[in-house]
């Protein structure tokens, strides 16, 4: 069946350090892909997207990396600061059907001064 | 700012007593989801409308319930509560005119506690 997943439950960094969350899906027909941020006690805040056409986007200090071939995802935050501390899931849909987002598990990502 | 507003931020129910949470969205989507998030797992779609369409998720049971009045609210009744229900219930709303990429955006949450 279609899963969403990642690899790793948390993940600990220093700041300052670059950050990696990755994710792997299965659903090949999966055309959009979407980071979200949770932190504790609040809704999930959209962080950044990539289509199925591109292999990597760029932001504000996060970059998102498509790989295609292998089904994975990435999330990577440069120069990583305590506000980045929170759960990452990743959510994948596709073009059939209304917009139904399946989550990944969630990573927690812990940054230590 | 537009945004997606949900009411009360906390709940506290007794055990088969009816509540009802809700949601409020100012970015005028034409759809508006709830989610079901217990701790330390990902949000679980419950059932979403497109516009009037509701659209039930084949696995969302009986006891959970909603209303949209109108385009800007939308409420999740949960009829008889029990103790597995406890959980934070997320409201989410996309503008459902650029699929696939329409973006789901989510409001903060109620969390709900049933004694």
């Known amino acids: 069946g279609e899963s969403v997943g990642l690899h790793l439950p948390t993940l600990s960094v220093q700041e300052g350090d670059n950050s990696i969350i990755n994710c792997a899906y299965s659903?090949?027909?999966?055309?959009?892909f979407i980071w979200y941020k949770q932190e504790s006690g609040k809704g999930p805040q959209f962080i950044i997207d990539i289509r199925s056409n591109m292999d990597k986007r760029q932001g504000q200090r996060v970059t998102v990396l498509l790989n295609k071939t292998v089904k994975h995802l990435s999330l990577q935050i440069a120069a990583t600061q305590p506000g980045d501390s929170a759960v990452y899931f990743c959510?994948?849909?596709?073009?059939?059907?209304?917009?139904?987002?399946?989550f990944g598990a969630g990573t927690r990502l812990a940054v230590h001064p | 700012d537009a945004m997606v507003i949900q009411n009360p931020r906390y709940q506290v129910t007794q055990f088969g007593k009816p509540v009802t949470l809700s949601c409020s969205q100012t970015l005028n989507h034409n759809v508006m989801y709830w989610y079901q998030q217990k701790s330390s797992q990902a949000p679980k779609l419950l059932f979403h409308?497109?516009?009037?369409?509701?659209?039930n998720e084949a696995d969302t049971p009986d006891n959970f319930q909603s209303r949209r009045p109108n385009t800007s609210f939308c409420f999740l009744d949960i009829r008889s509560p029990g103790l597995g229900d406890a959980a934070m219930y997320l409201c989410?709303?996309?503008?459902?005119?650029?699929?696939?990429?329409?973006?789901?955006?989510f409001g903060p949450g109620t969390r709900l506690t049933v004694l």
């Open positions: 409308y497109y516009d009037k369409d509701f659209n």
């Open positions: 989410a709303t996309s503008s459902g005119r650029t699929a696939p990429t329409d973006t789901q955006y």
């Open positions: 659903n090949s027909a999966s055309d959009y």
């Open positions: 959510a994948e849909t596709h073009s059939g059907g209304y917009n139904k987002l399946i």
